[in-house]
């Protein structure tokens, strides 16, 4: 006759779920001392999950609405030096940026021409402007722009009203425009603003349409924009014909962007006549290439976020520690007890164990609420985004186990180790 297996599988998760539930009653009887005992691994998950939190919501701001709204998807920009700058620019650095050529409309017309013909390309030009209308008068200045029509689709722009300008507009610089959406409202305030005119500097201009809602980015108002036909009068107030803001280029597919930007690179060594060991004296800025420093500052942030809280986890592993040990003193007759009745040193080892955990996981969730609803209230607060990790989370209630049977070890041991009739005789 097979010996009954059952009892013995099953002994384990019987004893882990008595040690559990014993761990959370000990909560509930003794609230002070608990709170005590979980205060130190409950803040420290507290700013852990409220850090991670802020840094990762500040990620997805920066590299999906800042990065994606001035970049482009799949976009690279050809330009004298960078537009986003996240690190420190040096003196030498920036007067070496001045002293590089510019990018002009013939080396634009020279990247278009190398292009293959499903790829996007764009001249670009912009200044701020005072712009009015018959029904206000010059306002604050605004982004004033200068660009060919295929602008538009690399950047997604629609609009809500009217249209956009097309390629015969542009190449006969007709006298359109299209405007953000507070344009409208500040300078066409409850009227049809289609049709009617916008004078941009000394020029005046016909609206022709009406931009979707872009939002504000790191305070700059998108909607405060106005985008005229390249070859209009607007690229005499922005200095175009001079100097360009930039060349957009777009790749079809993101396979395809790499080898893009190697051919738009050798395009222009070719006519800015740099040998080879020279380095390029100018950019192609993409979304991956401005926010490279933002992705070490990152990195920074997330490791002060997660070691900070660390100072305050070994002080909660003390104070679990030094009440496991209290618990164990408190509980010795008990221990002798279970031992004299046949429980196992590592019986005796493992509930102390779950126990100190299971006290040291329940701070951890706690901190993890906290965590969450300060990040929420920095948000609502702050102009700091905040986005919960799923990482961070996980992390937290698994740091708070760990602390839990790191501080519950010595006193689980101890425990183990005393003696049943000694035990017994204790009062």
Known sequence: MEPDRTSTRTAPAVQFVESVRLALATIRVQKLKSFFTLIGVMISVMF???????VQGMSIYVEQDFAG?????????LRPFPDIQTGNVTDEEWKEWQRRP???????????????????????????????????PEGVQVLAEAATPEYFKIKDLGVTEGRLFDDQEDALGADVIVIGDAIAHDYFPNLDPLGRELKVGRFPFRVIGVLTHQGTVFGLNLDQQVIAPFHSEMSKLTGARQALYGVVVQAPTPAQFQPLEELVREVM????????????????????????????????????????????????????????LVAVAERTREIGIRKSLGARRRDILSQFLVESATLSSVGALLGVGLGITMAKVVALVSPLPA??????IVLSVAIGAGVGIVAGAYP??????LDPILAIRAE
């Open 69 to 77: 709204k001035f970049l482009g998807i799949n976009t690279f920009n």
């Open 412 to 417: 689980a041991s101890r425990a183990s180790r």
């Open 387 to 392: 986005a919960v990790a799923p990482w961070s």
């Open 48 to 54: 852990l999950i409220a850090v991670v939190s802020i």
């Open 102 to 136: 510019k990018i002009t409309v013939a080396d634009a017309m020279a990247v278009k021409a190398a292009l293959p013909e499903d790829a996007r390309w764009a001249m670009h030009d912009v200044r701020w402007l005072n712009v009015s209308s018959a029904y206000r």
């Open 269 to 324: 060594r070719k006519r800015h006549q740099l040998r080879p060991a020279e380095a390029d004296n100018f950019v192609l800025e993409s979304s991956a290439s401005a926010l490279s420093q933002w992705e070490t500052i990152k990195k920074y942030l997330v490791l002060a976020g997660i070691v900070l809280p660390a100072i305050g986890l070994i002080v909660g592993a003390i104070v679990i520690m030094n009440i496991m």
